[in-house]
């Protein structure tokens, strides 16, 4: 790619007619942020990423702001990174605020996708658990792959017993997503299981892990999340910040950033090898395959398929 096929475009961009990709609202002292690409399924792409950059930004710098609430609009919290709709926009340029790196869209090969990926993967998640304000994660239907980022850098996450969480990206040869929290948020037994397998857990299971906090119908899950939110935002705010980071200092000193660290590089040797060895870095698989995939392997069904958007509106 050059210089020449880079497109500059704002993170406050529409994706689509629902309105803004992030919804953001005040209600009293607490902040909602909202993924708003139900028709994908609230998949992330840097237009996305970048707009939460922006909304929690704003969140942090509102004084009568205690708490945030992350949520996504429509049936499913997330189903991951964008990997194919129409609006991918892995291309474009952005900013770059989470890490002091060149830009991707004048590389090539794994300097691009190193750069990319070390800012709005890895390096927007590490700046967002970072954020002073403590932070709820309010998950409904499904929360795969880059969606358990998301949650995971949130410092607690309420579920609806809807709810459902996998990391399938080792069916692409890749050891998990980059944000690599996995030991840390499911313990290193289940970490294994869920990354052998790729299989989905539910949201009791993952309350039984200590993943998430608490577990509610869907229809309670808004009110729940709020009133928690709520509850926090009567504590001290400096109090809170001190915890948040005394509590994230004790997680680094077990291992968790350096853990990632050493786990990234091993994510993009993966995606050198699928680049070397197959037709792309994702070992030619999409969201259409990778569901496929999972059907063979004996996944039990759900409702509806969360990875993917209606044929005609795949890319």
């Not at 990319?116 to 998640?125: A, F, H, I, K, Q």
């Not at 569901?291 to 209606?310: L, M």
Request: proline share 5%; net charge negative; glycine share 8%.
């Amino acid at each position: 790619m050059t210089d020449r096929d880079a497109i500059s475009r704002p993170p406050d961009e529409s994706a689509d007619a629902a309105g803004p990709v992030v919804r953001y609202e005040r209600r009293g002292r607490i902040a909602v942020v909202t993924m708003n690409r139900p028709k994908y399924r609230n998949a992330q792409n840097s237009v996305m990423t970048y707009a939460l950059d922006s909304a929690f930004e704003r969140a942090v710098n509102d004084n009568d702001v205690r708490v945030i609430v992350l949520t996504g609009a429509g049936d499913h919290f997330s189903a991951g990174h964008d990997i194919g709709t129409p609006e991918r926009d892995i291309h474009v340029q952005y900013d770059r605020k989470a890490v002091i790196w060149w830009d991707h869209t004048d590389k090539v090969g794994a300097d691009a996708r190193y750069a990319r990926e070390t800012e709005v993967y890895l390096g927007m998640c590490r700046r967002w658990r970072e954020i002073p304000k403590p932070s709820i994660a309010m998950v409904h239907g499904a929360c795969i792959a880059g969606g358990l980022m998301l949650a995971w850098v949130c410092d607690l996450i309420v579920a609806s017993d809807d709810a459902f969480f996998a990391d399938p990206v080792v069916r692409m040869g890749i050891p998990g997503v980059e944000y690599f929290a996995h030991p840390w948020m499911l313990g290193p037994r289940f970490a294994k299981e869920a990354l052998f397998t790729g299989d989905r857990f539910s949201a009791q299971r993952a309350y039984e892990l200590g993943m998430v906090n608490r577990v509610v119908p869907r229809a309670e899950l808004a009110e729940t999340t709020l009133a928690l939110a709520d509850r926090i935002a009567t504590m001290p705010p400096f109090g809170l910040s001190l915890v948040k980071r005394a509590v994230n200092q004790c997680e680094d000193l077990m291992g968790m950033r350096s853990g990632m660290d050493s786990t990234f590089g091993l994510h993009h040797v993966a995606h050198a090898h699928n680049s070397e060895t197959g037709t792309d870095a994702l070992a030619g698989m999409n969201a259409r395959s990778m569901k496929s995939a999972a059907e063979a392997a004996g996944a039990a069904p759900d409702r509806e398929s969360p990875a993917q958007a209606p044929a005609a509106e795949r890319a």
